[in-house]
C-alpha cells in the first residue's frame, strides 16, 4: 500500500441475540469467546447457553479515521478476523 486509508467517521456496534433451542436438541458446539483490541478498533463475541436459551453477544468498535500505510496490514488482518468469526457456526444436535 502506498497511502494511507481514511475514513468519514467512527463507528460502534453491539448485537445482543436469544436462540431458543428447539424442543429436543441439544448443543454440540459452539464457538469459543473473542476479544481484540487493536490501535484502530476492538472486536468481542461471547457466547453463552443457560437452559434453552443460546446468547450471542457481539461488540465492534471502529474508533479511527486514518489508517497508515504502515498499519494497513495489521488493519486487514483485523477485518479478515471479524470476517472469520462472524461465519462461526452454533451446531445442534438431536437428543
Known sequence: R????????????QNIIEITIPE???????PDDIN???PFGSYRVKYSVEKDIIKYERYYKFNTFEISKEEYSSFK???ERIAQEDTQE???IQK
Open 90 to 92: 452454533i451446531i445442534l
Open 2 to 13: 502506498r497511502f494511507p486509508m481514511y475514513f468519514y467517521s467512527q463507528y460502534c456496534t
Open 77 to 79: 488482518e483485523f477485518i
Open 24 to 30: 429436543g436438541y441439544k448443543v454440540e458446539r459452539i
Open 36 to 38: 481484540l483490541v487493536l
